[in-house]
């Protein structure tokens, strides 16, 4: 199956290798840094991670007091909204999958591939005022982008995490203290998660798990 970074998808025969997919000739303008791929039953698990995601987070914000109960439902609310694939974690580029060793794997069993135009906006998602999706600006860090929004109750106000549109993540100093000049690219997803000093149960496991289904999230 192949989606050209909107709801259609299109049936694709004969690719029995990456390249066979990646290499087509109407793909050539494509934007490959944000391209996902992801395979039927790498899906279903990142659909149940999502679903455990949702129970735990409901879960923590009935133990906690109102005003973290908000900041978690609302945190919630997001997680809920996103659309999430089994993304698998391989260049898509065709000049590296051509090169690279183990670049051009055989594609065994069902797949589809996401692959649009440059996007034009950051994201920004958790424990903030007013998530959602910003004009990108060269030059902008991290720190910049968040000065505009109230931090919700329980939130991070020391660091934030940039998820960049090909699956890696960056943890950002953003405190008067320890601030850090970090950019993140056109796609990316800046997260503002739970502080560790005031959730204690366990806020770095669910950071990581919040980390992990925004990779999985299927482009916009």
Known sequence: MFSN???EAKTLTGAEHLIDLVGQPRLANSWWPGAVISE???????????QALLTRLAEQGADSSADDAAAINALRQQIQALKV?????????PDIVRVA??????LQGNYTLWVGPPPSTVTLFGLISRPGKQPFTPGRDVASYLSDQSLLSGADRS????????????KAPVAYWNKRHVEPMPGSIIYVGLADSVWSETPDALNADI???LTQRIPQ
Do not use: M
Not at 40 to 50: D, G, I, N, P, Y
Not at 101 to 106: A, D, F, I, S, T
């Open 101 to 106: 060793e183990r670049g051009n794997p055989p």
């Open 40 to 50: 039927e039953l790498a899906t279903a698990a990142a659909l149940r991670q999502q």
């Open 159 to 170: 660091y934030a995490w940039v998820v960049y549109p090909d699956g890696r993540t960056q």
């Open 211 to 213: 980390l992990q289904t």
């Open 5 to 7: 970074g909107s709801s």
């Open 85 to 93: 694939t089994g993304r698998q974690k391989i260049n898509l580029d």
